[in-house]
Every structure is written in structure tokens, then in C-alpha cells.
């Protein structure tokens, strides 16, 4: 499948470079080595989602992203900060394992209830707090509801509401301190090399287009989903030149690596179904626009 096949040389080329800077500033390879294993687990879950995905999983979809979040704000959190779920001995970014499915799941689901999931995950997001990802999805939410709403007077007040909330989150600032290896790791590469700065910042971008110009080619309601997920890949990455946010793919961590994995997974999927009675164009309505 061309979109798993092009995400995957792009997404591996960062995180194996991350990796090489990694070692090259002194991190332990137990840490660093995370972010390889996250790598290959999310290609095998993206396999999947790829030969078992139907659209009518997409209701599922939409409740487990504020789910998720909302188990975020079961643990002590960070000094006030909730935005990690336990995995076994893992801390896990509940955002960033979510929101690339969500925001291709808002592009191809239909009805209201989409909506209530962007929305009431954005108003978690702004609760917790994390303004990346409130940004992030904010982006993509706006994008799709242009895209996608007839009617003007709605449009209006989904943007509006995406971008309050988000917003929202930026004045509600995290008193963490930022770890190098994660949302410093281009700093890192820049001590190493100004070559290999130059180049973590091209793999980093082309791992954020992949998505969208992979899909280039699919029906163009589809093409609304890759523009979304590659809207959100593209907050990740210049979130951390405006605050102390991971940096995904490069940085240690491996929850960016698995959500965008099944944003992949799920999107790859229902192109390849786009033909089949069971996975319909992702209509609603006439909202599919050329995006």
C-alpha cells in the first residue's frame, strides 16, 4: 500500500536518526531504543488496521479518543499536568496516541456526534493542560468542518469553538522543564552537526507531508482525512519551537510514533476499502470537498 509504504521509509529515516543523536549526546540506549520498538510495534498495528479496518469502526474511533484522554486525569499527573496514561512500566502521551486517528475519523464519519467527540476531547485537552496538542486538533478540526459543513453559520461556530478552546490552552501554561532528549532533540542534533540538524528538520517534514501526498490520489473525501492527519502531524512538529513539547518521531517517546501509526493504519485501511458496500465514500451529504 503506497501509504504505509511511503510513511514508513519517512517516519523510520527520523526515528532512526533521533536514535543516532541520541547516541551521539550520551543517552542510554535503553531509552532511546523505546522509540525503534514503538517503530515496528505501530507498523505491525497499521498492517492490521490496513487488512481489517471498516468504516463502521469509526464510531468507536470517536469514543475512545476523549476516553482515553479522560483516563489521563485518572494518575497524580506531573506538577498539576495531566496528560500521560500508565502502559505497564510506560507513561504514555494519551494525546498523541489518539488524535491522528481522531482527526482522520472526523474527516470520514458522519452525523453530529463527531463533533461531540473533536469538541469534548478538545475541552479535555484544555484541562489537562497541553496547548500542542489542543493546537493540533484544533487545526484539524477547523480544516475538516470547512471542508465538510453546508452550512456557513456552522462552520463559523465549530472554527470558532476549535480555536477558543485551544486558546484556552495556551493561557493555562505547564510548569514542566523541558528533557532534552525530548523536546530538545533538535538542539541536540544542532551541537552534534548543523548537517544533521538540516536533515532531522527534512525528515521530520517529510514525515509530516507523507500522509498527504501519499493520498494525493484516493477519492477526494479521502484526501480530507489525509489532510487532516497531516495537519496534525505538522502542529507536532513546530509546536516545540513555541514551548517545552515533544518532538515526535526524533524525540525520546514512543506514544507519537504509535498514534500516528494508527492514523496511518486507519486511513490506509479505508482507502483500501473505499470500493467495498461496507466502507462507503465517507459522505455526508455532499460534504466531501477537493481539499
Do not use: Y
Not at 494525493?216 to 492527519?229: E, M
Not at 509546536?239 to 486507519?266: D, E, H, K, N, R
Amino acid at each position: 500500500m503506497r501509504l504505509i509504504a511511503i510513511f514508513a521509509a519517512a517516519s523510520l529515516s527520523a526515528v532512526a536518526l533521533g536514535a543516532v543523536v541520541c547516541a551521539l549526546s550520551d543517552i542510554p540506549p535503553a531509552v532511546w531504543l523505546r522509540n525503534l520498538a514503538a517503530w515496528l510495534i505501530g507498523a505491525l498495528a497499521a498492517a492490521a488496521l490496513l487488512a481489517r479496518v471498516r468504516r463502521h469502526w469509526l464510531p468507536v474511533v470517536l469514543l475512545a479518543a476523549p476516553a482515553t484522554l479522560i483516563a489521563s486525569f485518572l494518575g497524580d499527573g506531573l506538577s498539576g499536568v495531566h496528560r500521560w496514561i500508565e502502559v505497564g512500566p510506560l507513561r504514555m502521551n494519551a494525546a498523541m496516541l489518539v488524535l491522528p486517528a481522531l482527526a482522520v475519523a472526523l474527516a470520514c464519519a458522519r452525523g453530529f456526534w463527531r463533533w461531540v467527540a473533536a469538541l469534548g476531547s478538545l475541552m479535555l485537552l484544555a484541562l489537562q493542560p497541553d496547548a500542542s496538542q489542543a493546537t493540533a486538533l484544533a487545526a484539524a478540526a477547523a480544516l475538516v468542518a470547512l471542508c465538510s459543513l453546508q452550512s456557513p453559520v456552522a462552520k463559523v461556530l465549530t472554527v470558532a469553538a476549535s480555536a477558543g478552546l485551544a486558546a484556552i490552552a495556551w493561557l493555562r501554561p505547564a510548569p514542566l522543564e523541558p528533557v532534552p532528549e525530548v523536546e530538545e532533540i533538535i538542539g541536540l542534533a544542532a551541537q552534534a552537526s548543523p548537517l544533521l540538524a538540516g536533515t532531522s528538520l527534512a525528515l521530520l517534514a517529510a514525515t509530516t507531508m507523507a500522509p498527504g501526498l501519499a493520498a494525493r490520489r484516493a477519492p477526494r473525501d479521502l484526501r480530507l482525512a489525509a489532510a487532516a492527519l497531516t495537519v496534525c502531524l505538522g502542529v507536532w512538529t513546530l509546536a516545540p519551537f513555541q514551548g517545552a513539547f515533544p518532538v515526535p518521531f526524533m524525540g525520546v517517546g514512543p506514544s507519537p510514533i504509535l498514534g500516528a501509526w494508527l492514523g496511518v493504519g486507519l486511513l490506509a485501511g479505508l482507502i483500501r476499502n473505499r470500493g467495498q458496500p461496507h466502507a462507503s465514500n465517507c459522505r455526508e451529504g455532499g460534504l466531501a470537498s477537493d481539499v
